[in-house]
C-alpha cells in the first residue's frame, strides 16, 4: 500500500501532491470498503499537532491492484475538495465531484466513475424518500 500512495502523490498535479503530503495522514486496515476520508480533526499533523485542514485517509489493503491508485487518488480528491464527511454541510454531489476530479488528474478504475461512486447514496436517499 505505501508504494501504492508513493505512486499516486507523484502522479498528482503539483500543488495537489503538496497538498497530499502535507495535510493528508493515510492509514490501512482492513475495512469493508476501498476508503474513506475523515476531517483533520479526529486527526492531526504527525509534527507539529495541528489539526486545521488535515484529513485522515483510512485505506483497504484488500483493494484489487487495478482500483488501488484510483481509490487512493479518490480519497486525496475528498481532502483536496473539503468533503467533511462527519458534517451535515457535506455536498451532495459530493461523490460525483470526487470521481469527476480524480478522473480529470489522469486517474482510473472505480474511483473515478460518478455512477458507482454515488450509487450507495443514491440508493439511501431514495429510501428515505420511501419511508417519508
Ligand atoms: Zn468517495
Same mark, same amino acid.
Given at each position: 500500500?505505501?508504494?501504492?500512495?508513493?505512486?499516486?502523490?507523484?502522479?498528482?498535479?503539483?500543488?495537489?501532491?503538496? $497538498? %497530499?503530503?502535507?495535510?493528508?495522514? $493515510?492509514?490501512?486496515?482492513?475495512?469493508?470498503? $476501498?476508503?474513506?476520508?475523515?476531517?483533520?480533526?479526529?486527526?492531526?499533523?504527525?509534527? +507539529?499537532?495541528?489539526?486545521?485542514?488535515?484529513?485522515?485517509?483510512?485505506?483497504?489493503?484488500?483493494?484489487? =491492484?487495478?482500483?488501488?491508485?484510483?481509490?487512493? %487518488?479518490?480519497?486525496?480528491?475528498? %481532502?483536496?475538495?473539503?468533503?467533511?464527511?462527519?458534517?451535515? =454541510?457535506?455536498?451532495?454531489?459530493?461523490?460525483? +465531484?470526487?470521481?469527476?476530479?480524480?478522473?480529470?488528474?489522469? $486517474?482510473?478504475?472505480?474511483?473515478? =466513475?460518478?455512477?458507482?461512486?454515488?450509487?450507495?447514496?443514491?440508493?439511501?436517499?431514495?429510501?428515505?424518500?420511501?419511508?417519508?
Amino acid at each position: 500500500m505505501l508504494e501504492a500512495i508513493r505512486t499516486v502523490l507523484r502522479k498528482l498535479p503539483n500543488d495537489v501532491g503538496l $497538498f %497530499a503530503y502535507g495535510r493528508c495522514v $493515510f492509514i490501512s486496515i482492513g475495512l469493508g470498503s $476501498f476508503g474513506m476520508t475523515l476531517p483533520g480533526r479526529i486527526s492531526s499533523h504527525l509534527v +507539529d499537532r495541528r489539526t486545521r485542514n488535515m484529513w485522515l485517509i483510512i485505506l483497504d489493503e484488500r483493494v484489487p =491492484d487495478d482500483e488501488v491508485q484510483g481509490t487512493i %487518488a479518490h480519497e486525496i480528491a475528498h %481532502a483536496w475538495l473539503k468533503h467533511d464527511q462527519i458534517s451535515i =454541510d457535506i455536498p451532495e454531489t459530493c461523490e460525483v +465531484d470526487a470521481a469527476l476530479l480524480t478522473k480529470s488528474w489522469g $486517474f482510473t478504475g472505480k474511483g473515478t =466513475d460518478p455512477d458507482y461512486c454515488d450509487r450507495p447514496y443514491r440508493q439511501l436517499h431514495e429510501s428515505n424518500n420511501v419511508k417519508s
